[in-house]
């Protein structure tokens, strides 16, 4: 079992900037991919950013440019850097972890961003 925790979520205004970080712990050696998702209200949950362990990333392109994902394995962490942010920005962000075959999630941190 891999447990995920979110930190970092909050307000801010257009075109401002949130850092959101996501703490693994548990079985949280030989965590291949982390990453991070969102969902709005109404919609489907979307990936925003991924890394593998090796540093590979992958980007939804409504993120590029704007959002950095960036990994500390030694930590067991897993950062979220959002910039330039939008009201389509806006949801519940959540961490997730592959471990081995098994995907874990965390419980979400809340990004509101007001135009």
């Known amino acids: 079992q891999v447990q995920l925790v979110e930190s970092g979520g909050g307000f801010v205004q257009a075109g401002g900037s949130l850092r959101l970080s996501c703490a693994a712990s548990?079985?949280?050696?030989?965590?291949?991919?982390m990453g991070w998702y969102r969902q709005a209200p109404g919609k489907q949950r979307e990936l925003v950013a991924r890394i593998s362990s090796g540093g590979s990333i992958t980007y939804a392109d409504s993120v590029k440019g704007r959002f950095i994902i960036s990994r500390d394995n030694v930590k067991n962490m897993v950062y979220l850097e959002m910039n330039s942010l939008k009201s389509e920005d806006a949801g519940v962000y959540y961490c997730?972890?592959?471990?081995?075959?098994?995907?874990?999630w965390g419980q979400g941190t809340q990004v509101t961003v007001s135009s």
């Open positions: 548990g079985s949280s050696n030989s965590i291949d991919v």
């Open positions: 997730n972890a592959g471990r081995r075959g098994l995907y874990y």
